[in-house]
């Protein structure tokens, strides 16, 4: 599942985020919660996102911590990300459905932006992703 760009009504540019999420059911829940704020691209698998961060600059990635029987996790695959776009890293927000609250400190001194556990709200997906936005120092282009 691939979102193209949408057009606003004041004509400004969405920002993109990137989501890793091997789950569709939870893939489509984040999706229709942020679809009408943000251009989404979803990544299944590690390989399919480090392909798009290839391809895309992305204002903010939204990473799954565990992704299915892959070799590799969302932190594991945040460092490779982190390795290839070391003058320009867009910010990461961790997603688990494990209740890591308690190392959500580890989590942001290893360089994450924010830990969220689902099931996700959206009220606090969206001002996640705005406080994240808002501190990157990203800017919206025309």
């Not at 867009?90 to 890591?100: E, F, K, Q």
């Amino acid at each position: 599942m691939t979102y193209y760009p949408q057009v606003v009504s004041n004509h400004r540019r969405m920002r993109r985020i990137l989501y890793v999420e091997d789950n569709e059911i939870n893939a489509m829940v984040v999706d229709f919660m942020l679809q009408d704020q943000y251009h989404i691209h979803l990544a299944h698998k590690p390989l399919e996102a480090l392909q798009y961060i290839e391809t895309y600059n992305y204002d903010l990635i939204l990473m799954d911590i565990h992704l299915g029987d892959v070799e590799i996790n969302g932190i594991e695959l945040s460092h490779i990300i982190w390795e290839r776009k070391p003058a320009s890293p867009p910010p990461i927000i961790i997603l688990t459905a494990y209740h890591l609250y308690a190392r959500k400190e580890e989590f942001l001194k290893d360089g994450f932006s924010d830990l969220l556990i689902k099931p996700l709200g959206k009220e606090l997906l969206l001002k996640s992703i705005s406080q994240v936005l808002g501190n990157c120092g990203c800017q919206q282009l025309p």
